[in-house]
């Protein structure tokens, strides 16, 4: 008996700045985790990981990332992803760098 499919995204990183990027339904590639594709099958998820893989000019190390529906689109399910999706831990740079009342 086959394990049953665990929803996926496409996740990536920018070839040229290195962000951590995920693909989205209309085929456009997003910086935030919640605007990605939330795949529900595993064909059209190996679809997707292919149409990925083949723009070598955009992107490198394409994967299937699992997630699950959340309020306002994908939530990560793995805290490797969770740690992905909020960007670099320096604040002063990535996704981190507007948050102003950060302790240190």
């Known amino acids: 008996m086959s394990r049953q499919f665990t929803p996926k995204v496409?996740?990536?990183?920018?070839?040229?700045?290195?962000?951590v990027i995920y693909?989205?339904?209309?085929d456009r590639w997003t910086r935030h985790h919640h605007e990605a594709e939330l795949i529900e099958?595993?064909?059209?998820?190996?679809?997707?990981?292919?149409?990925?893989?083949?723009?070598?000019?955009?992107?490198?190390?394409a994967?299937?990332?699992d997630a699950r529906r959340g309020r306002d689109g994908p939530e990560p399910v793995h805290?490797?992803?969770?740690f992905r999706?909020?960007?670099p831990s320096n604040?002063?740079?990535?996704?981190?760098?507007?948050?102003?009342?950060?302790?240190?």
Do not use: C, M, W
């Open 91 to 104: 604040y002063p740079h990535g996704k981190q760098a507007g948050l102003i009342d950060v302790q240190i």
């Open 63 to 65: 994967y299937l990332a």
């Open 23 to 26: 693909l989205t339904a209309d």
């Open 41 to 61: 099958d595993h064909a059209h998820a190996q679809l997707r990981l292919l149409f990925a893989e083949r723009q070598k000019s955009t992107v490198v190390g």
């Open 85 to 87: 999706a909020v960007g």
């Open 79 to 82: 805290f490797r992803e969770t």
């Open 10 to 19: 496409v996740t990536a990183n920018a070839l040229i700045e290195g962000d």
